[in-house]
């Protein structure tokens, strides 16, 4: 089935461990984003990538990487665990319109992250 | 600074009522989303618009470019439908979404 695919569903780290979490799209989108929900806040863009190779920084990129050697795939790694990184975090994807405009933007189930 | 704004944060109706749910935003679009997250998560586009008008059932999304304005109206609301909404532009030049807190709605039988 298209769609995002983002694992894992749920994640508890200790503080300083790292780990990634992955993403996957079969629709050949372009544009792939990370972004984390924390409550009573919307959800804030962490980093970005617009095509294979290319990754830019969001709104919260502190304490995350990313890389796109695919156009497939677009992981989010976090380098050294803390508390403060405890989130619920979503992967999208979606077409790049250019003038035309975007097209339907398709969201992973999330992820539950709890560092301890 | 919030780029895009919703009102209300938290709506109550009975099952059966018309209800409205707005989003102002600040940043010139391409286009505006809106999305329901269900308890347990996920997130589902309900629309994409980028001018006028469009339909889906018992949902009707609008758009005023000019007035940097959407409303997500919901007709004959059911409990199915409580889930948070929430409004996201695509920003220009650089395509950036930026997403409003999120409109919890309770329909209530």
């Known amino acids: 089935n298209a769609g995002v695919t983002q694992t894992p569903k749920f994640q508890v780290l200790k503080t300083g461990q790292s780990m990634t979490l992955q993403c996957a799209q079969d629709m050949n989108h372009e544009y792939m984003s990370w972004y984390r929900q924390d409550p009573g806040m919307g959800l804030r863009l962490i980093h970005y990538s617009v095509g294979a190779g290319i990754t830019d920084q969001g709104e919260v990129p502190n304490g995350y990487n990313v890389s796109r050697s695919t156009t497939e795939d677009f992981p989010l790694r976090l380098l050294s665990a803390a508390p403060s990184q405890t989130s619920v975090y979503f992967c999208?994807?979606?077409?790049?319109?250019?003038?035309?405009?975007?097209?339907?933007?398709?969201f992973g189930q999330g992820t539950r992250l709890t560092v301890v | 600074k919030n780029e895009v704004e919703q009102s209300p944060q938290n709506l109550t109706a009975q099952e059966g009522e018309f209800i409205t749910i707005n989003c102002s935003y600040s940043v010139g679009i391409s286009a505006l989303h809106w999305l329901q997250q269900h308890p347990g998560g996920g997130i589902v586009s309900l629309f994409m618009?980028?001018?006028g008008k469009k339909k889906h059932g018992r949902l009707i999304a609008t758009i005023n470019i000019q007035e940097k304005h959407s409303s997500l109206h919901i007709t004959a609301s059911h409990p199915r439908d409580s889930a948070v909404y929430i409004c996201a532009v695509i920003g220009l030049p650089g395509g950036q979404f930026y997403f409003g807190t999120g409109t919890s709605l309770t329909v209530i039988p």
């Open positions: 618009l980028s001018s």
């Open positions: 999208a994807s979606s077409l790049l319109g250019g003038r035309i405009g975007y097209t339907e933007a398709f």
